[in-house]
């Protein structure tokens, strides 16, 4: 366990080097989801109560197209000088190659969520300060089941042609259970509705989720990976 301990965060420290070296992901998806935040304040009402309504759709449909810029670069990057080689003959298990991608990745989605909440809760005027916690909880796990599927599927798609166009197409999908719940419980705790007995079953959806794709992913990522 130390040893796949060792080798996943040797991984995920390599790839936030990198990517803090580069910063290509990162800008790109964080321009992208302040460019959408901005323009559907232009096209939603703030002071409205549509808005309330839709809140945490219109958060988490940010959240997600943002994450396929990051993940969509995971497997990508190790494709220059045979990295991607490299790394799978190395002596340790692909699942840690493969879990200290995913922590990176993670936290890179982390950073830019946080920020887009700033940013939404400026400009679309939502007062959440009560629920803050909650809120943070909800897009903590909704995050890591998005940022786990995405990882596995950029690994997938690592060697196609069109691979930014299949990575949504493939994961957007299996994503629809852990959105619909990330959404309707970010939208309830921004109207100021605690987490309880009517919106408890989806939480443990989303926790559910992601126990089983983590589970899933680490399963047959050799299969992905190594064939």
Request: proline content about 4%; glycine content about 6%.
């Amino acid at each position: 366990m130390k040893t796949f301990l060792r080798a996943a965060a040797a991984v995920a420290s390599k790839d936030l080097r990198s990517e803090l070296r580069t910063k290509e992901a990162f800008n790109a998806s964080f321009a992208f989801s302040m460019v959408i935040l901005v323009l559907f304040s232009f096209a939603f009402d703030p002071s409205s109560e549509e808005l309330s309504t839709i809140s945490g759709g219109l958060l988490w449909l940010v959240f997600s197209f943002a994450g396929a810029l990051v993940l969509n670069r995971s497997f990508a990057r190790e494709l220059q000088n045979d990295c991607l080689d490299a790394l799978m003959s190395a002596p340790v298990p692909v699942a840690a190659v493969f879990f200290g991608k995913t922590l990176a990745n993670y936290f890179l989605l982390m950073i830019v969520e946080i920020a887009a909440l700033a940013v939404f809760a400026v400009l679309y005027n939502t007062h959440f300060s009560a629920q803050f916690w909650p809120v943070v909880l909800v897009m903590l796990l909704g995050t890591w089941g998005m940022t786990v599927i995405g990882t596995m599927f950029s690994a997938l798609t690592v060697n196609l042609r069109m691979r930014e166009m299949m990575l949504p197409t493939l994961v957007y999908p299996l994503l629809i259970p852990a959105l619909m719940a990330a959404m309707t419980l970010t939208s309830d705790l921004m109207n100021g509705t605690p987490l309880g007995a009517g919106n408890m079953i989806w939480l443990r959806v989303l926790a559910g989720f992601d126990f089983i794709y983590t589970i899933l992913a680490m399963v047959f990522i050799d299969i992905v990976l190594v064939g």
